[in-house]
T-cell receptor
Framework: RKEVEQDPGPFNVPEGATVAFNCTYS??????FFWYRQDCRKEPKLLMS???SGNEDGRFTAQLNRASQYISLLIRDSKLSDSATYLC???????????FGAGTRLFVKA | DAGVTQSPTHLIKTRGQQVTLRCSPK?????VSWYQQALGQGPQFIFQ???????QRGNFPDRFSGHQFPNYSSELNVNALLLGDSALYLC????????????FGDGTRLSIL
C-alpha cells in the first residue's frame, strides 16, 4: 500500500462545476498536510495548507480527518485556469518524511 | 526575495556518465530536499540536507549522493547514469523543525540517451 494515495483521475469537468479530490495517508505520525498544484512541465506550487479545523481560500476548501487519515480538496465554480495536477502532500514534524501522492489531473473545459 | 533556484534547466547525458545538479534555497531557509519526478508520477523523495549533513534518505541507490554547503546551497550527484534516471529533478527548501510548506525550484530536466 502506498503511503499517500490519491484518486487516480483524470477528472474532466465543465466550467462552473464543483470537483472534489480525495487523499488518504497511512502514517498516523503525520503532522503536516498540504495541497500543491502542478502545471504541465512545471514545479509544484503550494495551493494551501490543510488544518484540522478545515480551511477555505476563495473557491478552494481543504478538510482533514485525522481519525480516518483522510484529506480532501474541494474546488467550487471551476475555471479553465484550474486545469492542472493536484498533489496531496503529507509530512511528519519538522518536515521529516515528506511524501507526495501521485497526483490527480484535472481538466476543466469550456 | 530570491526563491529557490536550480541549475541547469535542462541536461542531456548518456548512460554511464555522471551528473551534478545545483540548488540554492529560498532566502532564510536552511534545509534542502531533493526529489525525482518521472513523467506522470508524483515527486519521489531522494534525500534531505540540513547542517551540511544528510538528515534522511528515500529509497534511492548509492549512485545518488549529495552535499550541502555552508551557505545552505546543495548539489545532487548521480553516478553511472541509467536510462531510468531520466526525470525532472526538483529541489525544495524549508526551515528546519518547522511545519511550514516547502518551496520548490523550477527543476532540472535530465534526459539520458
Amino acid at each position: 500500500r502506498k503511503e499517500v494515495e490519491q484518486d487516480p483521475g483524470p477528472f474532466n469537468v465543465p466550467e462552473g462545476a464543483t470537483v472534489a479530490f480525495n487523499c488518504t495517508y497511512s502514517n498516523s505520525a503525520s503532522q503536516s498536510f498540504f495541497w500543491y498544484r502542478q502545471d504541465c512541465r512545471k514545479e509544484p506550487k503550494l495551493l494551501m495548507s490543510v488544518y484540522s479545523s478545515g480551511n477555505e481560500d476563495g473557491r478552494f476548501t481543504a478538510q482533514l480527518n485525522r481519525a480516518s487519515q483522510y484529506i480532501s480538496l474541494l474546488i467550487r465554480d471551476s475555471k479553465l485556469s484550474d486545469s492542472a495536477t493536484y498533489l496531496c502532500v503529507v509530512s511528519q514534524v519538522g518536515g521529516f518524511k515528506t511524501i507526495f501522492g501521485a497526483g490527480t489531473r484535472l481538466f476543466v473545459k469550456a | 526575495d530570491a526563491g529557490v533556484t536550480q541549475s541547469p534547466t535542462h541536461l542531456i547525458k548518456t548512460r554511464g556518465q555522471q551528473v551534478t545538479l545545483r540548488c540554492s534555497p529560498k532566502s532564510g531557509h536552511d534545509t534542502v530536499s531533493w526529489y525525482q519526478q518521472a513523467l506522470g508520477q508524483g515527486p519521489q523523495f531522494i534525500f534531505q540536507y540540513y547542517e551540511e549533513e544528510e538528515r534522511q534518505r528515500g529509497n534511492f541507490p548509492d549512485r545518488f549522493s549529495g552535499h550541502q554547503f555552508p551557505n545552505y546551497s546543495s548539489e545532487l550527484n548521480v553516478n553511472a547514469l541509467l536510462l531510468g534516471d531520466s526525470a525532472l529533478y526538483l529541489c525544495a527548501s524549508s526551515l528546519a523543525n518547522s511545519n511550514q510548506p516547502q518551496h520548490f525550484g523550477d527543476g532540472t530536466r535530465l534526459s539520458i540517451l
